[in-house]
């Protein structure tokens, strides 16, 4: 048998709170003279049992580094997202004091339309990520490919009078 390389950590999440976390990981030096995003976003798998009324979750990182896995650790309850910055590092999770840049907005429209175009890394993964906040699943993007700029893109299609919240993990120029 194989030995397990990857790291695991533990949550609670109480009542009527689902807890989902991504690992930013930085786009690969071979693909960033390409016009792509910098940073992309991978959803980390976990396993979930109940506690009495609480939910446990176990979340599994394959590839922790040497210098810590930055996580996104977003808590969606009723009405509202807690947005905690995070790093794995060793054998522990540690909450960042200071801010990372992270851009998130609620999307919500009348109609049914198709959000905006999402980049991909020739590697496909994307530095956007759109999350349904009743089931905390992502909204995946449908992709094709751009003759124009010579890119794979992706467009999600959103319900009409439903909200949406999307994050994106950019540089900061400072």
Known sequence: MEPVQGKHFSITDPQNVNTVIYQIKETEKEFQDMNSPKFTLERLKCRQEFVGQNKKKTFFVDAPKNDGNQLVILSFGQDRVVVNMGILNRNEVKISRKPVPIKFDT???????????????????????????????????????????NEVKGKCKLKPYKSYFAFEIREDKK
Request: avoid cysteine.
């Open 107 to 149: 999307l919500y429209y009348d109609k049914e339309t198709e959000y905006k175009e999402i980049q991909y890394t020739p590697d496909m993964k994307r530095p956007i990520t759109i999350i349904d906040p009743e089931t905390t699943e992502e909204v995946k993007p449908v992709l094709y490919y751009d003759k124009e700029t």
